[in-house]
């Protein structure tokens, strides 16, 4: 009998240990399965359907070179595997292990009939517990425990043939999926920045010992390409953490490594409470009265188009419509500035972000707005506020906002950061749309309030 492999956030072909397992018992059949219902307002956002797409098609294309072919169906999860099961004969489904609470449904209902397999973590995420067996809720202390799993077994390489079965099941016609965006086309800074798919994931981890001697400082630098830029092709799982771990090729204590397996702990961390992304991870948060109303509305507004007056914050939330990606800085830079200068709820902003990123993870994307916000379980303090002027002093000499905000392009060093203060704001760029000082009272006294 034929087994299927599922496909999920795991879309290629080398150290995909379910894909061994199945090519080792029979004809496999390889399934990815559009599941818009199951995942509720969390399926996947418009960045990420371009993203998708591109990476089904290379991923089409690799097993069709091995002789087989990718199965594509749309619907919910667990009922168009029982529908493939009987249509197919299908014996078993195997599958990578994957941590968001929407999985749960379609992997009960298989029952025996599922075999999960771990490979797209560091580690087993379930291994790793505090001495009284519960998950961390604090990174570092889920770093040191990490060490006891390290370093990751090394990668496996893809099998050479995959048997096909004697007839395959129906599959979609990927245009009628619609996962690339028409009218208006947003993606053109997309197709300039990525290329999605195995193929491109595995010359970005062939260059990756080059990029880490300078990681330390660079990677804080918004204007340098001081990040691997990995993220996306490590949400959808076309190369696996363990081989990035491997190629990277550095001491075990390196700032990057650390970076790599922050993964591993979010995941943890939403393993533990499914509904991270919803509910703030300390209760006394809900009594946090955040701006409601139409000014609100208009300042989330001005957020997500980049019309802030904070050059920074604007140069982020740019730079993220455009390209589908933020630097990490500037992620918590302009996560910070709706949650604290604007006191908006974060939920607002990584609603946003689920939208725009190419990488949006449901563990990643949760844990760090969380974290910023400070409303998280692993403690940052919501009295922590970071001034946006003085980061960008500190991380900017200006490129960075002069690429992204072009209003902006001739304004000189010394007024880059704060035009509006320094009296040469040009016309049309906008005044801030609050004061630092008045920005910090009013969150530090909503804090006081709960
Ligand atoms: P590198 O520095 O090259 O790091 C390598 C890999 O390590 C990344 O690709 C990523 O998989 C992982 N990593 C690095 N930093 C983090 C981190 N802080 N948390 C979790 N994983 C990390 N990352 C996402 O992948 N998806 C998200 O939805 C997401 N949302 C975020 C929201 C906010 C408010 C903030 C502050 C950060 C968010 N991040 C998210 C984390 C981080 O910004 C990105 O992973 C990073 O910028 C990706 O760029 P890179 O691949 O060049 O990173």
Redesign the pocket.
Known sequence: DPVILWFRQDLRLCDQPALIAAAGEGPVIPLYILDDETPGSWRIGGAQRWWLHHSLAALSASLEAKGSRLILRRGRAEEVLASVIEETGAARVHALRHYEPWWRAAETALGDRLHLHDGNHLTRIEDVRTGGGQPFRMYSSFWKALQNFLPPEEPYPAPETIAAPEQWPASDDPADWKLLPTAPDWSGGFDDDWTPGEACAQAKVADIADLLGEYDEA?NLPATEG?????PH??FGEISARAVWHAADVDAGHTFLK??A??DF?SGVVMALPDYADANGRAKYDRLRWRQGVEAKTDLCAWQTGHTGYPIVDAGMRQLWNTGWM??RV??IT?SFLVKHLLIDWRAGERW?WDC?V???YG??AV??QW?AGTGVDANMFGRIMAPLGQSEKFDAGDYIRRWVPELADVGDAAIHDPDAAGCRPANYPAKVVGHREARERALAAARAI
């Open positions: 990677r990040t691997t830029r990995l993220s490590l949400h970076e790599l922050w993964r979010t630097h990490n992620r918590m996560a972000f990123l990488d949006a993870d990643n994307n760090n707005w910023v």
